[in-house]
């Protein structure tokens, strides 16, 4: 992309309106544009990141063996009439009637409408488990949007559900979910704790929310520090391997304010070990038995003759939520620097060329290590503008393609000066540069 050519409307300063970093900088550098309260259109670059988000999400949802589908985004009241929760939803449901006077609603999470779906077709216990998922848009009248995209009305969000026979195989279901969340949050480079959580109006008796910390999140979090030195690499897909690798993050103390209990955190906890501080929720999982599937009369035949009520999960990740909670994490606001991990980089590296008046060197320059980088799949952004240098660094800072080179004065022969974003300048030739990059997206 060349940015002559893009839509990429950067703003000179902070929008005042903004109060938290993803908020100041997905407006400063173009990547949504609100058009009415919580809700907002994304622009290319804001895109991008979603979309890249979207495809690791979907990807680690497939390999715990979950189906993609997809379900409206209107759906009707009546199976919310069913499960109860029509009346109990409360304001936050946008409700709507259409023509025929029927009353719709715009869907703010799935239970309902895929346990329907699974009810018309699912009889036996043979065909179980049954994971599904969705990625679709969700509508909260959320009383206070705010912070962007952070909390917005219209929302991006991935929603699995569960199904089966037993507590215990349902148990399983929910520790590949387990896995498969805290190996997608990996992938986006950021380091998300499970931890117990209340089940709010999903209802259920287990449930975990996944946090970052950040200083901006909403949720109040105590944690024992040595939690986060866990990792998922000795864990497989496998009953046992999953229960150990759920308890191994359980032993530690690390719960939301919901669940704070002052006692618990200074007996289990010591001193030393003890965080307080604040996270951002980006997926909550819930198992909730036969809370949806009983009043809505979800059965299937069990082994020896008789029927029961399936055993449902449901699991949400907050797709476009994920933008901002990165961003957080990333970027450095004082000297106005963002560094996307390259598995969701709008671009992988930004090209800056000195171009000077009646010289085209640079830029000729610039468009041939374009044509390269096209050729090896590498998603370069060009600055083929005639702003002065400094704005255009300051320009790319913002954009935050991880890698950068700059063609100007001190470019000799074949060697480039390339930098990794917040390290320092080094020369090479583009050949290694490509090498480089390249083994970075491998690995993600
Ligand atoms: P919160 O506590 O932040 O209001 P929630 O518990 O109501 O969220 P869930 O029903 O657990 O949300 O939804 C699953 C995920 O969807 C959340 O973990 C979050 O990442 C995302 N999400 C929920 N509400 C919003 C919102 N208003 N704007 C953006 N993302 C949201
Ligand atoms: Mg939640």
């Known amino acids: 992309m060349y940015i002559s050519k893009s839509f990429i ?24 544009k609100q058009s009415s309260a919580g809700i907002y259109s994304w622009l290319p670059l804001g895109f991008k990141v979603m979309k890249k988000i979207e495809k690791i999400v979907r990807e680690e949802q497939d390999k715990i063996g979950a189906q993609e589908i997809l379900m409206p985004t209107i759906q009707s009241s009546e199976i919310w009439k069913e499960s109860g929760r029509y009346e109990d939803y409360g304001e936050e449901m946008l409700r709507i009637k259409d023509r025929q006077d029927r009353e719709m609603l715009y869907g703010p999470t799935n239970e309902e409408l895929v346990t329907d779906i699974f009810r018309s077709s699912i009889k036996s216990y043979k065909s179980l488990p049954q994971l599904l998922y969705h990625i679709q848009w969700k509508f909260r009248d959320e009383i206070r949007p705010r912070f962007g995209i952070m909390r917005c009305r219209e929302f991006y969000m991935k929603d699995a ?22 190996k997608t949050f990996k992938r986006l480079d ?3 704790i499970p931890m117990a959580a209340e089940t709010g109006p999903i209802g259920g008796s287990l449930s975990h929310e996944f946090i970052i910390l950040a200083e901006t999140g909403e949720s109040k979090i105590f944690t024992d520090k040595r939690v986060f030195e866990l990792n998922t690499d000795d864990a497989k897909l496998e009953k046992n391997s999953l229960l150990e690798m759920r308890k191994k993050y359980e032993q530690f103390y690390s719960v939301t304010d919901e669940k704070f209990k002052k006692d618990d955190f200074e007996n289990n906890v010591s ?31 069990l082994p020896g003759g008789k029927k029961d009520f399936v055993k449902m999960g449901s699991y949400g990740i907050g797709v476009s939520r994920l933008v901002g909670a990165i961003i957080e994490a990333k970027y450095d606001e004082k000297n106005e620097v963002m560094k996307w991990p390259i598995s969701v980089a709008p671009y992988d590296i930004a090209i800056i060329p000195m171009i000077n008046k009646n010289d085209n060197t640079a830029l000729d320059k610039a468009n041939k290590i374009y044509l390269e980088f096209e050729k090896n799949n590498i ?66």
Not at 9 to 32: C, F, T, W, Y
Not at 273 to 278: A, C, M, Q
Not at 403 to 432: M, N, P, R, S
């Open 379 to 444: 998603d370069a952004i060009v600055d083929d503008t005639d702003e002065n240098f400094s704005s255009k660094i300051k320009k790319m800072n913002l954009i935050g393609a991880p890698y950068q080179i700059i063609i100007g004065k001190h470019t000799d022969g074949d060697l480039l000066e390339f930098k990794e974003v917040g390290k320092d300048t080094q020369k090479f030739k583009l050949q290694a540069i490509i090498k480089i990059i390249y083994e970075q997206k491998v690995k993600n």
């Open 190 to 192: 950021l380091t998300a």
């Open 9 to 32: 409307p950067i703003l000179k300063d902070n929008p005042s309106e903004a109060k938290i970093k993803s908020h100041q900088l997905m407006l400063r550098v173009g990547m949504i």
């Open 271 to 301: 001193e030393k070990n003890r965080l307080i501080t604040k996270g951002i929720e980006v997926g909550h999982i819930f198992y909730f038995g036969d809370k949806y599937s009983k009043p809505m009369g979800a059965s299937v035949d």
């Open 161 to 182: 559900y569960s199904f089966d026979v037993s507590d215990e195989e349902a148990n399983f279901s929910y520790n590949k979910f387990f896995l498969s969340y805290l």
